[in-house]
């Protein structure tokens, strides 16, 4: 956010249904009446050692911004940073063959893409895909009185750091793997079909980040019970270890600013995004906001569809469905977190 408002002022157009204001998942531009293309990009730097699962967890994080949207994918193209002369070739082809295999799980054509010589790996894909353009769910929707459901644990960016730092034993390893490289298409399907208010994927901003977007975008209050929260059972002993990635403190110390978005705003006089209960710890805090890769939705729903949303999941095989807390009238824009 303090680097996009540097941006000129986006030029008005008709057709531009979601752009860069409210920090959404992906943009959404409408073609006909009937249809609108939603696109968005995504890479990074490998975060497990295995080529081909860095290459599912990759698409599955790109795939998830359209999914977060309500959308359908229906192509990508890949975007690669390697360096060629110091890895094997093998290797590249073992991250892509995991991105296509993804893709092909999904539904999605990859097209192509586009590499380049890098210092050090770096893979991801820009994703193009389709909606009614008045069925596009939003990060802006979500009303008071809305209840809150988060369908992957937190955690990942600690115990990805842990076994980086060859902390966290191979069977850990293997569970969050799995974890990244699932796709959130099972749980945007029960969203539409229950008729959320609004969504966001967790990845890098951690769930307060990603929440309080969605609270700015709605012109609501949230409010989070930590109890509440699905949280990886191994976070607690990495996180007492120091394995804390810089982008979860740096997701902490910018929700708890007092002026985080700059130039003071609705948000800056309240205060900070985030508040927290004085019996909130410090850990379950740095746990809040952990940078999350591939991580699940944040769907905002009426009470009234909860129980069809629950369901839905279920049925879908969606194993995390847990209702964290609820969208409120009161301060809007800020997150307040209750133990």
Known sequence: MQVLRHLPPTIPNPDLLVGLDTGDDAGVYRLTEELALVQTVDYFTPVVDDPYA????????????????????????????????????????????????????????????????????????????????????????????????????????????????????????????????????????????????????????????????????????LEIRAAAVPILEETWEFLRAGAIPGGSKANLEFITAADPVGGGGAAAEGGPLVEFAAGVTGEMRAVLADACTSGGLLISITESRLEKLLGLLAAKGVETRAVIGRAVAEHPGRIMVTE
């Not at 998830?64 to 229906?74: E, F, I, N």
């Open 54 to 221: 860095f290459g599912q967890i990759a698409a599955a994080n790109a795939l998830s911004d359209l999914y977060a949207m309500g959308a359908r994918p229906l192509t990508a193209l890949n975007i690669v940073g390697f360096p060629i002369k110091k890895l094997p070739h093998a290797v590249l082809g073992q991250i892509l063959c995991g991105g296509a295999d993804k893709l092909a799980e999904a539904g999605c054509a990859l097209l192509g893409g586009h590499s380049i010589d890098d210092a050090e790996p770096k893979y991801g894909l820009a994703v193009t895909g389709v909606v009614h353009p008045a069925k596009a769910v939003t990060n802006g929707g979500a009303m008071a009185g809305d209840a809150l459901v988060l369908t992957k644990p937190i955690g990942i960016g600690i115990v990805t750091t842990a076994h980086k730092r060859g902390l966290a034993s191979p069977a850990t390893v293997e569970r969050v793997t799995a974890l990244m490289a699932t796709l959130n298409k099972a749980a945007s399907g029960a969203m539409v079909d229950a008729g959320a208010s609004a969504c966001t994927d967790i990845t890098g901003f951690g769930l307060l980040g990603h929440a309080s977007e969605m609270a700015r975008a709605s012109g609501v209050g």
